[in-house]
């Protein structure tokens, strides 16, 4: 996770600071910002030396992030009554057991749908054959799905934990930050937003990369045995396969039947695991 910060903007006229410390960045004042804001941006797993940051760490991030806070402004009381989260980004990793699964999973993935209502998708790719991320933008979030190691790569810097690893991460932005504060009285505070990876993943990348595994035709013919539309819903992932994506081919209906049988409706001839299914499945 990454957390950007906003505090009150008159407690620190006066006040400089420039630090990067153990996963905190921390600026005042910001070139051409007449708001005189105090912007803090943390890496939760860097600040608390874990990869993988779990629910239960909570306490902990609060107590670290809290005493490098303090002892670099501990004598503005008054940051504690207005720091506001300003954006958060979730990520969820899986360890591909290889190059090629990295490749296959990403390979399918870039083709899945090109637009989720103001998101728009765009793929980069490392050679023309091998897309290396996948990624959508919206005004108020981003959706970007990447290839880990070969961005440790091109930082010049691999560790062992990047290598085979492909990242799915949701960046929530101010904008959608303010909406769900306004609709649903959601405070923008690090308590709020700590537990709630699985859920906007659910809201946000669910309906781009759907549930469900990936399978040849052969495999997707015998589980449509147990279909009552059968010879509808094997035409209809046919055309999917000749095609660049999934917009516009399936109807609502014919998604939900396809999903429910574990199918993914983004096609390919592979047999492969949806990483995202133990995610998006608590939520259905």
Not at 91 to 100: H, M, R, S
């Amino acid at each position: 996770m990454i957390f950007s910060i906003l505090a009150n903007n008159n407690i620190f006229r006066g006040f400089q600071v420039n630090l990067v410390k153990e996963g905190l960045k921390i600026q005042y004042p910001i070139r051409n910002n007449p708001m005189h804001y105090l912007f803090i941006i943390v890496n939760a797993p860097i600040l608390l030396n874990k990869p993988t940051i779990e629910f239960d760490d909570l306490t902990t991030f609060k107590k670290k992030y809290y005493s490098i806070i303090h002892e670099r402004i501990f004598y503005h009381h008054e940051f504690l009554k207005s720091e506001t989260l300003n954006r958060i980004d979730y990520k969820f990793d899986f360890k591909c057991k290889n190059q090629q699964e990295k490749k296959s999973l990403l390979t399918i993935l870039s083709k899945a749908r090109m637009k989720r209502y103001s998101a728009s998708k765009r793929n980069y790719h490392d050679s023309e054959e091998n897309p290396a991320t996948v990624y959508y933008k919206a005004n108020n979030y981003r959706v970007n799905t990447y290839d880990k190691e070969a961005e440790a790569v091109s930082r010049g810097y691999i560790e062992e934990c990047n290598i085979n690893l492909l990242r799915y991460e949701l960046q929530i932005l101010t904008g959608l930050l303010n909406n769900y504060e306004k609709r649903y009285g959601l405070k923008r505070t690090i308590d709020n937003y700590w537990y709630m990876r699985d859920y906007f993943f659910n809201e946000y990348l669910r309906p781009i990369f759907y549930i469900g595994d990936y399978y040849s035709n052969n495999i997707i013919s015998r589980i449509l045995n147990t279909s009552k539309n059968r010879d509808s819903l094997m035409q209809k992932i046919k055309e999917v396969q000749q095609l660049e994506n999934v917009d516009n081919v399936y109807s609502y209906y014919q998604i939900k039947q396809i999903q429910n049988l574990n199918i993914n409706p983004i096609q390919n001839n592979y047999n492969l695991m949806n990483p995202l299914n133990s995610i998006f499945k608590k939520a259905v």
